[in-house]
């Protein structure tokens, strides 16, 4: 359901655009002539193209001296200008900083925000504007608007920061949750200090109800409230947020697998803040205690059985969440399994060993039958788990770390064995040899690679797997698994990325995840194989999906 906005708030923003109309400069009339002397943003404009190309090499302060005199004549003779010193019509024409295009509506900053000389973080920054500047509107590439401030000067901004004419009207955008390591509050109120009442992971589409420096977003099952406008990417493309949940008329429980209503829930349970593992179908340990986690915290008999009591309190607009990570977390540890008073060692044969195995499977550790003997498999899965966990590594089961193994809060392995990590951490090694190797389109190595061309030879020569040659083939081809949320990359998994809005697809670059927010790839821009950092803005925003191709 849309909340409309006030009259108010509507009255208010109409208020300002019509003052943006009657303000802002038409065409190229404002900064027809900039002179010596004069001292503006659009001299820092004009300072920060000179220096990108070359010309300039003093500090951008905004004053027309002398040392910008001399670039600007330099410039002008190299483009065949008359070389005045002036920067007029067919000087910032030429530089793109000014234009004849027409207004096709207005709009005004939300925050304090940077104008860009192109569409894309990438670009200089020009000047930064303040929140409530007047903006003239003259196209749209992507998620950037192409403006024209007050003193003519002509650059792209990111739409999340400019509310339009047409955003006094009830309209709803597509958004998506960028730039998160972990997850994202969605808040009761426009503070950080408001209750949370949801989390959302990196990469989560939602629905833009209103934009803002606080934006107000409503999730796919229903959670309506507010997230910083720093972390919520606002597109162009129209929503629909009627939600309609359907509660299932039956039970859902622990061994319930590839089942649409059990995904439903844990797509809940995860906005709740109860579930941090994959919304996969499947019901099982971690599913199981973020509904016991639920029930706790929502005064339910804690049974991890979601019955009709449970889900009608699950998808209420009642339902309590979990809260910030650093807040009341709503009773103590919920237990997957009774935690053994025994202490666990190689040699045993017992049940309490084959219930250890059975958790060790189900977080990934270990990979071998669960007979309840206590081999040297059993014993290296122990060692693994006691790692990744903070604990001390002997390969001991005592009370601490089965007390860890068997809670909820336990740290999933990330779907790899052993064996196959160090394989995976071997392949990111050799990946890495390729450091600075430069990018050429075509180049399948080993002096050159563009971005398929280096996934392809690291995957043949690092594990013998032929991948399709291409990032196209790559992303769409039926191999591998697909992941979709990018909080749950692990290394070796390919990333696809849409560096071209304008093809009709969206997997035009690809690279290799690993770990800890990075990838490497052969980057076209900086002509070279580089690690770039995944949460960054830029590839945040473009992420289309990960493949795994080994697990």
Known sequence: MVTTL??????????????????LPTGAEAASVLEPGTKSDAVKALQSVLKQEGFYTLSIDGSYGSGTVSAVKEYQKKNSLTADGKAGTKTLTAMGLLSDAEVIQKGVTTGAVNLRRGASTSYITLYQLIKGTALSILGSSGDWYRVRTGDGIEGYVSKNYIQTEDDTVNKVYEGKVINVSSYLNIRADKSSSSDSIGRLTNGSIVYVLEKGTWVKIQTSTGIVGYCYSDYILVTDRLADPDVSITIPDYTLKR??????????MQERL???GYLTGSCDGNFGSITYSAVVAFQKRNGL?????????????LYSSGAVAQGDQNGDSGGNDTFVYPVPSATLRQGQTSSDVKTMQTRLTELKYFSGSCTGYFGSKTLEAVKAFQKANGLTVDGIAGSKTLTA????????????????????DAMIEHAKGYLGVKYVLGGNGPTSFDCSGLTTAVFKESMGYTLPRTAYTQGYNDFGRKITDMSALVKGDLVLFNTNANDGDLCDHVGIYIGNGQFIHASSSERKVIISNITDRWWAEIFSWGKRVFE
Request: charged share 20%; net charge positive; aromatic share 2%.
């Open 6 to 23: 006030s009259c108010k708030k509507a009255l208010s923003a109409v208020s300002a655009i019509i003052l943006a109309l009657l303000i």
């Open 255 to 264: 061994g319930m697998n590839n089942n649409a209503d059990v995904r439903r």
């Open 270 to 272: 995860k906005e709740l």
């Open 301 to 313: 008999t804690a049974d991890g059985i979601a019955g009709q009591k449970t889900l009608t309190a």
């Open 405 to 424: 193994m068997y809670s909820a809060k336990a740290e999933v392995n990330g779907g790899m064995s052993p064996e196959l990590e160090a394989r995976i």
